[in-house]
């Protein structure tokens, strides 16, 4: 999977060095991912995203529920490319 968060869609920039002199090479800005375990309540089972850290604090201030709605309605996320860690059935 290539370097993108799930849930808010970034991916890594292309921008420039620039030296004292201002001599200007092609670098890349890469997104701070982490991945993390979440319990969804809502399907009853751990899964697993690949995120930035603004899609942590999204995540904290809407619910996970929400926060996968919402990439999926924007295209950034599919419900098959969620890593499924475990069922929990009673």
């Known amino acids: 999977m290539a370097k ?3 849930i808010t869609g970034k991916k890594a920039s292309v921008g420039n060095n620039v030296s004292h002199s201002k001599r200007r090479t092609k670098r890349k800005f890469e997104v701070n991912l ?3 375990k979440f319990y969804w309540v ?3 089972m751990w899964i697993e995203l ?3 850290c603004a899609a ?3 995540i904290n201030k809407i619910g996970l529920n929400a926060a996968i709605r919402k990439a999926e309605a924007e295209g950034n996320l599919d ?3 969620i890593k499924i860690l475990s069922l929990d059935r009673k």
Do not use: A, G, I, W
């Open 4 to 6: 993108t968060c799930q």
């Open 34 to 36: 982490h991945t993390k």
């Open 42 to 44: 809502e399907q009853n």
């Open 50 to 52: 690949t995120l930035s």
């Open 56 to 58: 942590l604090r999204t």
């Open 79 to 81: 419900l098959r490319d």
